[in-house]
Nanobody, 120 residues
Framework: EVRLVESGGGLVQAGGSLRLSCAASGFTFHDYTIAWFRQAPGKEREGVSC????????YSADSVKGRFTISRDNAKKTVYLQMNSLKPEDTAVYYC?????????????WGKGTLVTVSS
């Protein structure tokens, strides 16, 4: 059974930090690009950060560049999203996804999400 399980969400004050984790099982983790998406209330799901399977190259949305860092540990089959200098507009449900590319349409597997709430 394929599983992607996010953890690490919670309530934090603006300017604070959180580290999200995504634990994978049931598929060949190191062969997949892993991405974090988020969806705020009333808004569409958007890509946040992505890390490739091949060379570990990363991509981040402009809104989080310099604040969020994505990394992966293939031995632990886990991807992390370190989020610093959090802003109220970062409040959303954060989803982990695995696929062949960083695009939303390229994702094959999805987690159920973890809620991040940033208070002002």
């Amino acid at each position: 059974e394929v599983r992607l399980v996010e953890s690490g969400g919670g309530l934090v004050q603006a300017g604070g930090s959180l580290r999200l984790s995504c634990a994978a099982s049931g598929f060949t983790f190191h062969d997949y690009t892993i991405a974090w998406f988020r969806q705020a209330p009333g808004k569409e799901r958007e890509g946040v950060s992505c890390i490739s399977s091949s060379d570990g190259g990363t991509y981040s949305a402009d809104s989080v560049k310099g604040r969020f860092t994505i990394s992966r540990d293939n031995a632990k089959k886990t991807v992390y999203l370190q989020m610093n200098s959090l802003k109220p507009e970062d409040t959303a449900v954060y989803y982990c996804a695995a696929g062949g590319s960083c695009n939303y349409d390229g994702m094959t597997y999805w987690g159920k999400g973890t809620l991040v709430t940033v208070s002002s």
